[in-house]
């Protein structure tokens, strides 16, 4: 018998890369952000997502956050998981992270004019809090599918796995990214497939 499918759905720099390396170590096969800068596979968001989800156990970061309702009816045995942090936090994290860089996907999320969180501050707290009340109302009547997880407060293999299923391992909670600048020099993952 398979697994059920994992979807983390909390919005970028809210422990995502942390959270799939947990899942990776529990044996899930992850689908990590897909850095899609293509306007045409932003309009064909749903039906790449609907192939790729064949190929894995576990998504993270974009674009699964933007597809939580379809991905539930697809799959209503998965669970979810909801990463989340202090918006003061999650809104200074983007903005160390991302800086001045500027991508589609953003300008998918946030607007046309907020590619990027410098000078959109107002914008990216109300997107960022509308998406978490969103998903908590979405399921509020399906309580067993849901986790919400704050790393950044010490959630981690405890609530992670009893949530799923397994043991905790013995060992520290993975922490992807722990407070660093990101390195604009670094190279990044592939394009989606179109």
């Given amino acids: 018998m398979s697994r059920a499918k994992v979807f983390v759905i909390g919005f970028h720099k809210t422990g995502t890369s942390s959270l799939a390396m947990a899942l990776r ?23 790449i997502c ?3 989800t064949g190929q894995y156990d576990a998504f993270e970061d974009n674009p699964w956050p933007l597809l939580y309702r379809e991905l539930y009816e697809w799959y ?24 001045e860089n500027d991508t589609l996907m953003r300008r998918h999320i946030y607007g046309d004019d ?36 704050d790393v950044t407060r010490g ?5 992670l796995c009893a949530f799923l299923g397994h043991d905790a391992p013995d060992r520290p909670f993975p922490h992807a990214k722990p407070g660093r600048f990101r ?4 190279s990044r993952p592939p394009e989606a497939p179109p």
């Avoid at 170590?25 to 306007?39: I, K, P, S, T």
């Avoid at 000078?119 to 997107?127: D, L, T, V």
């Avoid at 959630?155 to 609530?159: D, F, L, R, S």
């Avoid at 390195?183 to 670094?186: E, I, L, M, P, Y």
């Fill in 183 to 186: 390195d604009r020099g670094r």
């Fill in 50 to 52: 609907r192939q790729l």
């Fill in 114 to 149: 907020a590619g990027s969180p410098i000078g959109n501050e107002a914008i990216y707290r109300a997107r960022y809090d509308r998406h978490n009340a969103d998903v908590r109302a979405f399921f509020a009547d399906k309580p067993a599918q849901i986790l919400t997880m």
């Fill in 25 to 47: 170590e529990l044996g899930y096969r992850v689908c990590f952000n897909l850095q899609w800068n293509d306007a045409r596979v932003i309009r064909d968001m749903k039906r």
């Fill in 76 to 99: 209503p045995d998965a669970r979810f998981i909801l990463t989340t942090r202090d918006t003061d936090g999650w809104y200074r994290s983007a903005l160390n992270w991302f800086g």
């Fill in 155 to 159: 959630h981690g293999w405890i609530e």
